[in-house]
């Protein structure tokens, strides 16, 4: 099963996130911030699926962090922030893809299966 580390602040959203990855057959550990998600990235995964703006460290500096330990590390990042968007096109880990929020749920779980099967 395909293990995805989730952070995302909003508490509602990281909820649904979760729970609509969970039932698409992903093993999906949630965290609140980029710090606790940043504590756990020595564990294996398939897929980090980050906000960028959260408090702490943000979703631009654990993707990296997460890159440079695993090599290879699929990430996608959402933001509510258009400018945030484009600027983390710039500055991601090559490869990476960014999502606007909103965005419906179907949406999200269509584009991680995408990433996974890349």
């Known amino acids: 099963m395909p293990r995805i580390l989730l952070a995302e602040d909003d508490d509602s959203l990281r909820g649904f996130l979760a729970r609509a990855l969970e039932r698409a057959g992903y093993e999906v550990t949630a965290c609140a911030d980029g710090d606790e998600a940043a504590s756990i990235l020595d564990q294996d995964w398939d897929l980090l699926l980050t906000d960028i703006v959260m408090p702490g460290m ?15 590390l699929r990430i996608m990042f959402i933001t509510g922030f258009a400018a945030v ?5 710039e500055t991601a880990p090559a490869g990476a893809k960014v999502l606007s929020k909103p965005i419906h749920l179907r949406e999200i779980v269509s584009e991680v299966e995408r990433m996974i099967a890349a």
């Open 58 to 72: 943000d979703g631009i500096e654990v993707a990296r962090l997460a890159a440079a330990r695993h090599p290879g």
């Open 85 to 89: 968007a484009l600027a983390a096109e």
